[in-house]
């Protein structure tokens, strides 16, 4: 029997974040995290604790049923894998479904399990670390959520291997606040931009 996959819901948008904004994309989001069980009983004791994102339920689908989930949202080049934690379900037999109808990938991970043996059909990785336990080292953007951590807990993720560094603030009743601190980070230094929700003030999904 085929395996299946759980999979909370497939949209299209646009990607609103980081060094892809603007990008037309099918969102795929996984069911799940490893470092939060979605209940909001949980949230205390969550190794992330401030996640506003629903990835509980949805349904369980096979490689060929996603795809074409994909497909029938015709227009985007672009497939992103999200979640919940993508990395503790995607696989190279999704990933090479999903190429062969020749979109390209891209995956927003945690940052706390190993995507290496599936790096190579991966176009974009961008990892948003939310604990220190990180096992990606690299990739095409680091993206954090800036919720006025110092400007050299910040910096230390330049140490890691990736192309672009972007300090997104948190959305929420401190938005203002946190913005403001986030543009006065990067005026003082040279590597890191801003990324806003852009799909958020579209009011996109
Ligand atoms: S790692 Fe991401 S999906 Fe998981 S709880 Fe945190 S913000 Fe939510």
Redesign the pocket.
Known sequence: MAHRYAIKEIFRTLQGEGGLAGTPMVFVRFAG????S?REEDRAS?R?D????D?IGGERLTAQEIAGRVIALAGPAWVCFT???PALQLDRALLLEVRGHGYKVAIET?GTLGLDTLRPLIDWLCM?P?TPDLVVRSGEELKLIYRGQEPAAIRAFEVLGFQQFFLQPEWGPRYDELLAGALQFLQEQPRWRLSLQVHKLLGLP
């Open positions: 995290c490893n470092l939060w979605g969550a992330c401030f996640c506003d994102t990835f979640g919940g934690e945690n948003s939310k």
